[in-house]
């Protein structure tokens, strides 16, 4: 099965290219029958891989050289495929949500102008994401990430009409471009230090002592590279270990962006403008799991820097409560699970920095299992409501019985209440920063699990109890949507047991290779905790929504200023507004300025020079074979004093 | 001389000239043949002219990377260098009759179009294997000769009769000034043959610098007009206009590799230990030619005009990394020089003749070669437009397609040798090539059709070969290592 890893990512690139080539004059089934075909077939080849990879272990990169500019190795960039128990793992969990968000995808963009089109841009972000994770080298993975960034683009603006989606669109795009740019940097430094991309030799001396792979200070390793020696940066005088904390620091830079963690979560919750759908698949399964995956694969790196993993941990914990916080206030269900997504993220990245590679892995599986599911869920309550607003909503228990039973699954599973999937993996975490003697970062994933239980009940409470307040019929939107919803909720329940502390499957099945990172030791102590914190957001949420009218007003105007902070999130937004955005603007303006009176005018001057230039040459050729010939025979006369000059004659 | 000669066994001669001998035999047997056909039947004769390229090609590739053969006083070598040259001439010419076939309005083309091609594909051959004055100048001529015919064959249109004569004109000045150049060399060089010459030359050159230099001069100008090197490329744009455009796809592609390869094995043979002192000039011409070139497309409306221009400004791009090695006395630099020329050749050949293909489609569908003739081209029909956007794209040199992995080679070639500003003008160029490129695609793509929106219909045999130069132009562009790799296994002059 390995050495058929190649077609998983190529089918839903077949896919894309048949819908690009006639998918206008498809109808909706064939072009969603294709779509969901070909990431089915995709998804029974990653089961096999993954079979494979369990009982015969990783296989070596399967590479063709593609590009050779130079002697050796460091001269020749390869292209191929991969497969470790890492990514194998990852290959399973993007081709299933996606093959269950293209069925979701059918009933819900149903009658859209441009189905075929959406279900092309779908298959495209499949391949790259497929692409991504089998890249054997960082920059082929480079060249796929910024590709999953291109189809973001594409499917938040899928609804390029609404200005709002246009917009998002934009800063989702910018935003990450700005992680990008550190990411790209960072791979730059490694291929100058190590004179490779590949992943396996990257790390193939990481086991050295203390880690000290990068010969900072030593010249090109590598011979026969006259062309990068001009561009090769020595950092003369710089110790080893803080080339390694900044090449790292580079690297998780761009996953900051890709995961959306703070200081660059602002597009996340932006991008909800993008259908649902794509929320569930991109937004909260696969893309924004690439900056956990990417951390989680350059993990060598980060062990051997300690202070970009604390770097790494710090931002993840904070981000997990920053998150959290916001989400209790907010009014727009799909806000509400995109920040939950930024501050689930938050914990992954918190548990990699902890050194819990396991854990966090882990727990971006489940994760994707559960937000999946609550986004599609969120997707059926839009379907039936065309809105948005949790105002607007309340008593669709009723109306929608299996949308209501998989979101409650969901919202369990996302509070932390055993034995639901998200119980397992978080309480991992916690208990991973606890035993590592991150105290603090215990304490704040700890308040972020009470608000994200609070927030998510809130959602649920306001959803689908009480009486429902709109004019409208809602009903279930046909098995294709219920179909994906059971079979997440399935997954959201029963998905935790691949990696409880009495059977540690995943744990045993990622670290075939000898143990990575800490795996943190069950206690039941701290386990009893998380539990009762997400039983006490729960809590909150009832009595604040469930048992008295106004409850939730009164305690918003009592936190006062807290609630405000919290409802605009923490002016985070208006703050970059204000120090970067306006700013840039001025300086743009001045820019502008310059550009089009003075850069301008001598672009348009050498424009003009050449336009004249070009007219100039128009005309000497006058048509006349006279003038040719003249012209070639003075040419001659020229030419032959030129030599005659360089024969040192005359 | 006539002592080697009883040596030779016809399988002497067949083993190096070999894929020469199909193509002009075959010449010889189309026009024979084609006297005795009956008008219905002669349009067997250019299917006849591709089988006999395929033969040759055939031939050729069994021979590629065996050992170098010449026959005693050498005047003939079979080197790769040769070698790759001809396949680049072969393919060409291959494409080019298959789109003089499938060009309709060619139809008015006499049939005798297929041997005449022959013959100057077979001068063209024997230009990249002779090593010798005389076979390289008999060679050139007969590519010459031929060629002054094929432009002017469309005996009903002035323009076309105008094109050839012009060519014949500066065609045999440019003919002329090689000659007078070479004669210098045999005065002093005291032989016909090149390595006799380079070797004579070793200890001569101080004493005859002075005529050496001028035999250099004149060579080089006469070559330059051959290849429409700036500023002897003024006959360019109305040759190409007013030839059928099969043929000035030819003149285009087989007409320069040729020419370029008389370049190569000239002055790398003979001139080669003075490069230090007349590299420069190269580079010079190298540079005012892609200006000027580039320039030159910028203010024309006729696509064959614009395509005549950058075909200009593409031979500055080809003369780089010949002038870029200059100073350097590493032997691997010069290899590293022509397989960046022979890559640039290949890549040069499938978008040139794929633009040409598309052009002469979308030029007979609305009687005009004008660019508002490719006004809505996606419309009407969205795979010439979308092929032609690929050959435009190519030839600009973006990422992904052949031109840029062409520039690429090229650009690292100026860069290894430190010649950073030819690098520099390389790429200011291309945005200028850019410029007019765009000009064309923005016709296909967002302007409506004018005049009537009926689709435009293609021959099987014109999309046989707009998909041969696409799949050429996307898959070098893609994965360009297995023609590096072969490029860089080279044993170019043995």
């Known amino acids: ?650 | 001389m006539a002592n080697a000669l009883q040596f030779l066994t016809f399988s002497d001669v067949w083993r190096s000239m070999g894929p020469e001998i199909i193509v002009i035999g075959g010449a010889f047997l189309i026009m024979l043949v084609e006297l005795f056909l009956p008008a219905s039947l002669k349009r067997v004769s250019p299917w006849l002219a591709v089988l006999a390229l395929v033969a040759s090609a055939t031939v050729l590739v069994i021979r590629l990377g065996a050992a170098v053969t010449t026959y005693s006083t050498p005047a003939y070598i079979v080197d790769d260098f040769g070698s790759i040259f001809k396949l680049i001439i072969l393919i060409a010419t291959l494409l080019v009759i298959l789109l003089a076939i499938a060009d309709r309005s060619a139809e008015s083309l006499p049939y005798e179009y297929s041997y005449l091609v022959l013959f100057a594909t077979g001068g063209a051959m024997v230009i990249s294997s002779g090593v010798d004055l005389v076979t390289l100048y008999v060679g050139l001529e007969l590519l010459s000769i031929a060629s002054y015919i094929l432009v002017a064959l469309y005996r009903k249109s002035a323009r076309s009769a105008e094109g050839g004569l012009k060519y014949l004109i500066i065609g045999s000045i440019a003919s002329a000034c090689i000659l007078y150049g070479l004669s210098f060399l045999y005065g002093v060089g005291g032989s016909t043959n090149l390595g006799q010459i380079g070797v004579n030359l070793q200890s001569g050159w101080t004493n005859y610098s002075g005529i050496l230099y001028l035999s250099l001069g004149f060579v080089l100008v006469g070559i330059g007009v051959k290849v429409s090197v700036v500023p002897f490329h003024l006959w360019t744009p109305d040759v190409y206009e007013g030839a059928p455009t099969p043929v000035t796809a030819y003149l285009a592609v087989v007409s320069k590799a040729a020419v370029l390869a008389f370049f190569l094995r000239v002055f790398v043979w003979i001139y080669g230990q003075k490069f230090g002192q007349w590299g420069d000039i190269i580079a010079w011409l190298s540079v005012i030619t892609m200006i000027v070139g580039n320039i030159g497309a910028l203010p024309q409306r006729n696509v064959k005009r614009i395509l005549a221009y950058s075909s200009v400004g593409q031979v500055g791009y080809l003369l780089l990394p010949f002038a870029a090695v200059g100073s350097s006395t590493l032997l691997n630099d010069m290899w590293q020089a022509l397989s960046s020329i022979a890559f640039y050749l290949f890549a040069y050949m499938f978008m040139t003749i794929g633009a040409f293909a598309v052009l002469a489609k979308v030029a007979e569908a609305r009687a005009s070669e004008d660019i508002d003739a490719f006004a809505g081209l996606y419309r009407r029909s969205p795979f010439l437009a979308g092929m032609m956007a690929l050959f435009l794209l190519s030839l600009a040199g973006l990422p992904l397609t052949a031109g840029f992995f062409g520039k690429f080679m090229i650009f690292l070639v100026a860069f290894n040798a430190g010649q950073y500003w030819l690098g520099v003008i390389l790429f200011a160029t291309s945005a200028i090539a850019f410029y007019y490129y765009f000009g064309i695609l923005r016709a296909m793509f967002t302007r409506e059709p004018a005049g009537d929106q009926e689709r435009v219909r293609s021959s099987p045999t014109l999309v046989v070969v707009v998909a041969l130069c696409a799949l050429g132009t996307l898959a070098l562009g893609i994965a360009p290592s297995p023609l590096m790799d072969v490029l860089n296994g080279l044993h170019w002059f043995g």
């Open chain 1, 1 to 650: 099965m390995i050495g058929l890893t190649w077609l998983v990512p190529v089918l839903p690139l077949a896919a894309y290219i048949i819908l690009l080539a006639s998918g206008r004059r498809m109808g909706e089934a064939v072009a969603a029958g294709i779509s969901v075909t070909a990431v089915f077939v995709s998804f029974l080849l990653s089961i096999g891989i993954v079979g494979d990879v369990a009982a015969h272990g990783p296989a070596a990169p399967t590479v063709y050289p593609w590009l050779q500019f130079g002697s050796g190795s460091a001269g020749t960039i390869t292209v191929g495929y991969q497969v470790t128990s890492l990514n194998a793992l990852m290959l399973l969990v993007v081709s299933l949500v996606s093959m269950l968000v293209f069925l979701f995808s059918r009933s819900y963009m149903r009658g859209d102008d441009r189905f075929s089109r959406f279900y092309q841009y779908l298959n495209l972000f499949v391949f790259s994401m497929l692409g991504l994770v089998v890249s054997p080298n960082l920059l082929q993975f480079y060249i796929f990430w910024e590709l999953v960034g291109v189809c973001s683009y594409l499917l938040v603006g899928f609804w390029y009409f609404k200005p709002e989606a246009a917009a998002a669109a934009k800063k989702a795009f910018i935003v990450t471009r700005i992680g990008d740019v550190g990411l790209f940097i960072g791979i730059i430094l490694l291929y100058l230090s190590r004179g490779t991309f590949d992943f396996n030799t990257l790390f193939g001396a990481a086991s050295a002592p203390s880690g000290m792979m990068i010969h900072a200070a030593a010249p090109l390793a590598y011979a026969g590279a006259k062309f990068f020696s001009l561009w090769y940066i020595p950092f003369a005088g710089w110790h080893a270990g803080a080339f390694v904390t900044l090449v790292a620091l580079l690297v998780f830079i761009g996953a900051i962006g890709k995961s959306a963690q703070f200081p660059l979560h602002v597009w996340l919750p932006d991008a909800m403008e993008g259908p649902t759908p794509v929320s569930a698949l991109i937004h909260a399964a696969t893309m924004v799991a690439a900056g956990v995956y990417l951390v989680a694969r350059m993990f060598p790196l980060f062990e051997a820097s300690a202070t970009a993993s604390e770097t790494v941990a710090v931002i993840g914990g904070f981000t997990a409560i920053l998150a959290a916080s916001i989400g209790l206030t907010q009014r727009d269900i799909k806000r509400v699970i995109a920040y939950s997504t930024v501050s689930q993220l938050g914990y992954m990245m918190l548990a990699m920095g902890v050194g819990a590679y396991v854990s966090g892995m882990f727990h971006l599986v489940t994760h994707a299992f559960f937000k999946a599911l609550l986004f599609l869920a969120a997707g059926s309550v839009i379907h039936a409501l065309d809105t948005q607003d949790l105002f607007e909503m309340g008593g669709l228990r009723k109306y929608l019985p299996v949308t209501h039973a998989t979101f409650l699954a969901g919202a369990l599973a996302l509070s932390g209440i055993p034995p639901f999937a998200g119980f397992w993996s978080k309480d991992d975490i916690l208990t991973a920063a606890f035993t590592s003697g991150h105290y603090v970062l215990y304490a704040m994933g700890l308040i972020a699990a009470f608000f994200t239980a609070a927030y998510i009940f809130r959602v649920y409470f306001l959803t689908f109890s009480g009486v429902y307040k709109g004019d409208r019929h809602p009903h279930e939107g046909g098995p294709a949507m219920t179909i994906p919803l059971i079979a997440l909720g399935v997954l959201a329940t029963i998905g935790g047991f691949i990696n409880t502390p009495f059977a540690p499957i995943l744990g045993n099945f990622l670290q075939d290779q000898g143990p990575i990172g800490f795996n943190p030791p069950a206690n039941w102590a701290l386990m009893a905790v998380s539990a009762l914190v997400g039983l006490g957001g729960i809590w909150l949420a009832y009595t604040l929504y469930r048992t008295e009218e106004g409850r939730a007003e009164r305690f918003a105007q009592r936190a006062g200023g807290l609630y405000t902070l919290s409802f605009n999130k923490f002016y985070v937004d208006e703050l970059y507004s204000l120090i970067i955005v306006l700013p840039v603007m001025k300086i743009a303006g001045i820019f502008q300025f310059l550009d089009r009176w003075i850069i301008d005018g001598i672009v348009r001057l050498a424009g003009e020079i050449g336009y004249t230039g070009g007219v100039g040459v128009k005309y000497s050729s006058t048509g006349q074979v006279q003038t040719y010939g003249l012209v070639t025979v003075f040419g001659l006369a020229v030419m032959v004093l030129i030599v005659i000059g360089i024969g040192g004659v005359i």
